[in-house]
């Protein structure tokens, strides 16, 4: 296979990213960008005026010589757009969340293995250099054993009117947590109000509970006044925080640990030790062209995406247990 040939569909606010990407990939053709908005249209004609745009995602299928379709489209298009595609024997790249239920979501991963095709989710954090940091230093044991991880994704807007905060911002730190620890949650709990539209959750603390009595913390809100993207991970030796809006220090490590020897004394039982903070060097890259160029390789290779269908699986089992836990008020729900 000489150049990879992909279509883009939905190129609208994250969208027009991964066209950008896509198209200044030098083993990617781009055929065809595929919107349904004509202001959309018009911007990547101007832009890539040697791009094909329509708004007939059927003129995207019917192309024999297009190897893949990248989509970027609202959430609950995902599972028709993806299983028609995966029908054409088409390689899929699709956004997070995969598709709004457990149900589709497995149905894609069947789908995608019975005709032999990638299927690829857009959980960008995997490839991020500063989450390859932390897994690398959980699987090698820098920081012990894990206890517990939390993370903090809040900012004034994007205000959604079509998904809550939850389904909206969860998924990057679901599927980082998930890739940390290395399992799923046994019971999930969460909790969330509807202030500014009915129904639609605004702000969300969500709680994954695993068998070996790991936990993690979610606190997500688009009605916050700090913008913070920030995850925790605590463990028995040190302690590690992934700061996102840092533009350099992304990563720090605490030599902190909290140690409980066998004494008879109960005063002397817990000695806490205070170490330096390291700030390692981390080699940036751009997460998005990290991801994008993994799904070229996988493409042309075979291989399963880091973040596959199985990936996207598992982290809308998790969404799908939060959102009944939301309908019951924060009562804890066991995946199944």
């Given at each position: 296979?000489?150049?990879?040939?992909?279509?883009?569909?939905?190129?609208?606010?994250w969208g027009k990213n991964l066209v950008r990407v896509f198209h200044d990939l030098p083993d990617v053709h781009l055929r065809q960008v595929c919107d349904a908005s004509p202001e959309i249209?018009?911007?990547?004609?101007?832009?890539?005026?040697?791009?094909?745009?329509t708004a007939n995602y059927d003129e995207v299928l019917d192309d024999e010589a297009l190897d893949a379709v990248?989509?970027?489209v609202p959430a609950a298009e995902h599972y028709e757009l993806a299983r028609r595609a995966l029908e054409r024997g088409k390689h899929v790249?699709?956004?997070?969340?995969?598709?709004?239920?457990?149900?589709?979501?497995?149905?894609?991963?069947?789908?995608?293995?019975?005709?032999?095709?990638v299927l690829m989710v857009g959980h960008l954090l995997k490839y991020h250099p500063a989450v390859h940091m932390l897994h690398d230093l959980v699987g090698e044991g820098a920081l012990g054993d894990l206890y517990y991880l939390y993370s903090q994704r809040v900012n004034l807007g994007i205000v959604r009117s079509d998904e809550n905060a939850l389904w909206s911002l969860a998924p990057h730190d679901i599927s980082v947590i998930l890739y940390l620890l290395g399992q799923e949650p046994d019971a999930v709990s969460a909790r969330g109000e509807c202030y500014l539209q009915p129904d639609i959750e605004d702000v969300v603390f969500a709680n994954l509970h695993f068998a070996d009595g790991k936990m993690a913390q979610m606190q997500l809100s688009w009605l916050d006044p700090h913008r913070i993207r920030r995850l925790t991970v605590v463990g028995s030796r040190k302690m590690a925080v992934f700061?996102?809006?840092?533009?350099?220090?992304?990563?720090?490590?605490?030599?902190k640990s909290a140690e409980r020897p066998q004494y008879d004394s109960y005063g002397d039982s817990i000695a806490l030790r205070f170490g330096d903070v390291v700030i390692p060097r981390l080699q940036m890259a751009e997460p998005l062209k990290l991801e994008c160029q993994h799904f070229v390789e996988c493409v042309r290779t075979g291989q399963a995406p880091r973040s596959d269908g199985?990936?996207?699986?598992?982290?809308?089992?998790?969404l799908e247990a939060a959102q009944e836990s939301l309908r019951q008020a924060g009562a804890p729900v066991p995946l199944r």
């Open positions: 296979m000489s150049q990879v040939q992909i279509a883009c569909v939905g190129a609208g606010y249209r018009s911007a990547i004609q101007s832009q890539y005026p040697e791009v094909p745009v990248v989509l970027a790249y699709v956004e997070k969340p995969m598709t709004l239920d457990a149900a589709t979501s497995a149905h894609l991963v069947e789908l995608a293995a019975e005709r032999d095709r700061d996102d809006v840092e533009s350099t220090e992304k990563v720090r490590i605490y030599d199985h990936d996207g699986l598992r982290v809308v089992r998790v």
